[in-house]
Every structure is written in structure tokens, then in C-alpha cells.
């Protein structure tokens, strides 16, 4: 069973002329990315690709890097009661978690110049 890392990510929405949807990359894993539709999606594609990158490199007897970073991906933040509902209901309509969503918003936000 392979172990667990939590090497870092970064995630960055694609252009139409890129495809669309996410991009995810590991800065620590040169050449480790993937895609997705949806930011899970690419998140979830982006685990699969950071285990087979970890797989193939100690396959060949390649250096593993250890992680460069120690987020926990976690920090918590207040707002109005009124941005809360009407995140909430956005999430609602979306079909998706308060977290989720505005993950979504920030990762747009970081993608833009």
C-alpha cells in the first residue's frame, strides 16, 4: 500500500484555449500535474498523479524530495451573516460544500493577473 504525503499543490483555473477546467501542479514533483473539470475533479486527478509520480521515481531508484511545505490547507475565517447566507445558498444552487465553493472563488482569483 502506498503512503500517504502531502507534498503541496497549487491549482489554477485553464483558459478555454487551454481546455477549460483546472490545472493542478506540484511544485516539489517536477513535471507532476494534472486536470480537471471541476476543481474536485482536479484535485482528485491531481492525488492520482502525485502517487504515480511517487511510484515510477522509486521505481527507476530516482531521489524523492521531501515535501517542501507544511500547510494543513485549513484556516478559518468570519464574515457577515449575510455574506454567509448568501453563500450558503449559492453553495445550495451549485450543488456543492461552503468550502468547495469558495475554494473555487479563490483558486479563480489567483488564477487571474
Avoid at 490547507?73 to 453553495?91: E, F, N, Y
Wanted: with cysteine; glycine share 10%; proline share 6%.
Amino acid at each position: 500500500m502506498a503512503e500517504k504525503t502531502k507534498y503541496p499543490f497549487e491549482v489554477r483555473p485553464l483558459a478555454e484555449d487551454e481546455g477549460g477546467g483546472y490545472l493542478v501542479t506540484f511544485p516539489d514533483l517536477p513535471g507532476c500535474m494534472s486536470d480537471g473539470a471541476t476543481i474536485e475533479e482536479a484535485i482528485a486527478n491531481g492525488m492520482e498523479a502525485e502517487m504515480a509520480w511517487l511510484e515510477t521515481a522509486r521505481e527507476f531508484g530516482d531521489a524523492v524530495p521531501d515535501p517542501g511545505h507544511a500547510y494543513s490547507g485549513k484556516w478559518m475565517q468570519r464574515v457577515p451573516k449575510s455574506i454567509h447566507a448568501r453563500l450558503t445558498a449559492r453553495a445550495a444552487q451549485e450543488g456543492v460544500s461552503i468550502n468547495s465553493l469558495v475554494a473555487s472563488f479563490i483558486a479563480q482569483g489567483l488564477g487571474q493577473k
